[in-house]
């Protein structure tokens, strides 16, 4: 989306609303997905469209999880670490990533394709062990299976990720 | 057999469609009452149905609705609570995945019986699929009339709007929701009128959990008497949706009659335990619930009788324990999530629940004493002076574990670290082993 676009999609989406502020987390959603995640600038942009200081996002974009304020790569895997997930191994499964992506918890891959974070219970808990990438659900979890659905986002052609 | 009422449309595979929703009866409440039923008459049927707030509380709807001002103070608003983040719960999600034109009518019979204009669908980020699937059956819905301006040529005018939260637990609870929809930093308020009066923007808000205003197509169609009788006991009221996860065989969620007893949910529906596991404990309703120990096994699962036995149910939403997974490891876990997820507004609950989580990792690592137990259940009890009511939840899971597992947790001092190193089944556990083993100063 070119900038002028986007700056009337979220112009359109602050109408909609009863009050700008309302749309504050969609407006930040939809600036992560432009920017990769919410820059400084991502920040500052938004703050103007919603008629806040950029402060105000700011208590905002740091009060929730799926607000990035730091880099991400392109898919963020969320390892649920509920305490279902925890009873099936997730600690396995971190492990078992943390070695196929040579990083650490809360960091991205050399080729920005992947970031590996923690996530409290997502709701899927009859499919335990499970994890999401970009809140797409892979329940089920086995190493196998991980090193699989890795292999498939590395063939996967660029898709603009749904929470950024 | 008992039926299946709000489940009733549920496919292996994908979400019920409008056609099939009306088949089934869907949307003729709605018509029926914007034909000849009055606002009051529905207002009426919640309460003589004694429908409870299915998120977590047991409030009495028809109170809460009688609450909203029948004055002409415009405009008024619903809010359906979508944001299910209680660990071991999954029942919201599977209700609108399931029938989401079932909560599209729920959510505006609500808005007509209180004379609202807009309704609210909040959910969670993790449930993006469901704020999707939602969005496009509110679009199917506005072109069949059911939705939108005039509807079905009644003069009602009411709409629903998606709104997409960015995570984190406490915005389920329904002032924080109230100031997360608002765009306001989600700490939840206290004091001042009931959100019934001013709530969303300072307006009269009936804000309730999905699963609830699910129950109100079935309550206008076929009546209060017969709502409550679908129970299981004197009690309850309904059905009700109960999740099981952990160590049984049909991990899932049942739409069961509310009331159903710990057991049956448990052995019955989800198929008892997992092969090979015997039951130690379960949580009734979540993370936010005590642990329970087999002598809770022939409870009814409903508000009232769990309540007269000193527990809460919470969601309804069961997680269970087996014999060899360690529950103060399983303590230690949920006190990390709930220290995650505390909003920090206020010192017991922020300074409390990391210090407790400390506490427990210590005994779980064999650097445990026994006075850390005392200090645990001194700042457990303490949590009652918390802000809201996140960290009574939050120490609940705590104080079933010292009341009913003392034992585990003694042991684990006198061991010096966690008895449990059974190995559980299964290929995460062998690649644990092989991980363990290559570590710098591991066995291999």
């Known amino acids: ?164 | 057999m008992h039926e299946e009422i709000l489940l009733q449309n549920r496919r292996p595979d994908r979400p019920a469609t409008l056609e099939e929703y009306r088949a089934s009866g869907g949307y003729g409440p709605l018509a029926q009452s914007l034909r000849g039923g009055s606002p009051r008459d529905l207002v009426a049927a919640v309460k003589d149905s004694g429908l409870r707030g299915r998120g977590g509380a047991g409030f009495p709807a028809g109170i809460k609705w009688s609450g909203v001002p029948v004055d002409k103070t415009e405009p008024r608003y619903v809010v359906a609570n979508t944001d299910e983040m209680e660990p071991g719960a999954f029942k919201d999600r599977v209700l609108v995945e399931s029938d989401p034109h079932q909560v599209i009518e729920g959510i505006t019979l609500a808005g007509y019986a209180v004379s609202a204009r807009k309704g609210f669908f909040f959910v969670r980020a993790s449930y993006e699929h469901v704020a999707v699937l939602m969005e496009n059956a509110l679009e199917e819905a506005r072109r069949a009339g059911f939705l939108g301006e005039n509807i079905l040529g009644s003069g009602f005018s009411f709409d629903i709007a998606v709104h997409r939260s960015a995570g984190r637990y406490i915005c389920g609870e329904s002032s924080a929701q109230i100031r997360s929809l608002q765009g306001v930093r989600p700490n939840p308020s206290k004091g001042g009128p009931h959100l019934t009066e001013q709530g969303l923007f300072g307006q009269p808000t009936l804000l309730h959990s999905v699963e609830t205003l699910a129950c109100m197509p079935h309550i206008a169609r076929h009546g209060a008497e017969w709502f409550k009788n679908l129970a299981a006991s004197e009690e309850a009221e309904g059905t009700k949706l109960y999740t099981v996860s952990g160590r049984v065989s049909r991990p899932g969620c049942y739409e069961l009659p509310n009331g159903t007893s710990l057991r049956k949910i448990i052995f019955e529906a989800a198929g008892g335990m997992a092969q090979g596991y015997e039951f130690k404990a379960c949580l009734p309703g979540g993370g936010s619930t005590s642990l329970l120990d087999q002598s809770f096994l022939s409870a009814s699962m409903d508000y009232d009788s769990l309540k007269k036995l000193g527990v809460r149910m919470g969601t309804g939403t069961v997680v269970v324990f087996d014999q060899d997974t360690c529950l103060v490891g399983a303590v230690l876990n949920l006190t990390r999530f709930f220290a995650r997820e505390s909003c920090g507004w206020c010192t017991p609950c922020r300074e409390g629940l990391p210090y407790i989580r400390e506490l427990f990792a210590r005994i779980e690592k064999g650097q445990g004493a026994p006075e850390y137990v005392d200090m645990i259940e001194e700042m457990a009890d303490q949590m009652r002076h918390s802000y809201c009511a996140f960290a009574p939840g939050a120490v609940a899971p705590i104080q079933g574990l010292l009341a009913h597992f003392r034992d585990e947790v003694e042991e684990h001092l006198r061991r010096g670290g966690c008895p449990f190193n059974a190995p559980s089944a299964g290929p995460w556990q062998e690649a644990w082993t092989s991980y363990e083993q290559e570590r710098p100063g591991g066995e291999a």
Not at chain 1, 90 to 116: P, S, Y
């Open chain 1, 1 to 164: 989306m070119h900038t002028n676009d986007l700056d009337a999609h979220l112009d359109a989406l602050v109408r909609s609303a009863e009050t700008p502020r309302e749309k504050a987390v969609d407006v930040m959603f939809a600036l992560q997905r432009r920017y990769g995640y919410l820059s400084d600038e991502a920040l500052e942009r938004g703050a103007r469209i919603l008629g806040l200081t950029p402060l105000e996002l700011e208590e905002l974009a740091t009060f929730y999880d799926f607000i990035y304020r730091e880099p991400v790569g392109r898919y963020v895997i969320h390892v649920c670490d509920g305490v279902v997930c925890w009873m099936h191994h997730e600690n396995a499964v971190f492990e078992h990533l943390r070695r196929r992506l040579g990083v650490e918890l809360g960091q991205t891959t050399t080729d920005g394709m992947f970031t590996l974070l923690p996530v409290s219970c997502i709701g899927d808990c009859h499919n335990a062990p499970s994890m999401m990438i970009n809140c797409r659900f892979y329940g089920r979890l086995t190493p196998s299976g991980v090193d699989r659905i890795l292999e498939e986002y590395r063939h996967k052609p660029a898709e603009s990720a749904r929470h950024g």
